[in-house]
């Protein structure tokens, strides 16, 4: 009997092939899908780092305590419009937040509509300092925190 001779691929080398190729294909989408999130998520991670760090400034800048003289903790009766504008101490921006986060005059930040801010200040009246911690959030998910000290002594800006 005469061996038959083989030209090209078979079905099911044909088969094993596709399956080997589309593998590939698979593993190297994966990555690139891996290596896409990460590179969102630090792109996200720098701007909540950025928006942290201007809310911060801008806290920081403030005097420790109302220039007034009735002092009171948080904002005061006119410093509620929503807007930051009229804050003048530090402890005004206790409980502040917005999403999207805002400008100091209220005007929102519409290229971040994912984001939010928010601004915590603690002060037992017992130290001279007062502890500011500013979060900026996406999706709910904290992205950047920033705690900071005001003391009381500190060069006044204003």
Do not use: C
């Not at 911060?56 to 903790?73: C, L, Y």
């Not at 937040?97 to 928010?118: H, I, L, V």
């Amino acid at each position: 009997m005469q061996a038959r001779q083989r030209r090209g691929f078979g079905y099911i080398e044909a088969v094993i092939s596709v399956v080997i190729l589309g593998s590939a294909v698979a593993m190297a989408l994966h990555t690139f899908g891996a290596f896409a999130r990460g590179a969102l998520f630090d792109r996200e991670t720098t701007i909540a780092t950025e928006l942290a760090a201007q809310l911060a400034a801008e806290i920081r800048s403030q005097a420790f305590e109302d220039p007034g003289a009735t002092i009171v903790f948080g904002p005061e009766a006119d410093e509620t419009d929503g807007t930051r504008q009229d804050f003048d101490d530090v402890d005004d921006y206790n409980g502040w937040t917005a999403t999207p986060p805002q400008q100091r005059d209220g005007t929102p930040m519409d290229e971040y509509p994912k984001f939010s801010q928010n601004a915590v200040v603690e002060y037992d009246g017992s130290t001279d300092l007062k502890k500011i911690t500013v979060t900026v959030a996406k999706d709910g998910q904290v992205r950047a925190e920033l705690l900071l000290l005001r003391a009381r002594h500190d060069a006044e800006t204003r």
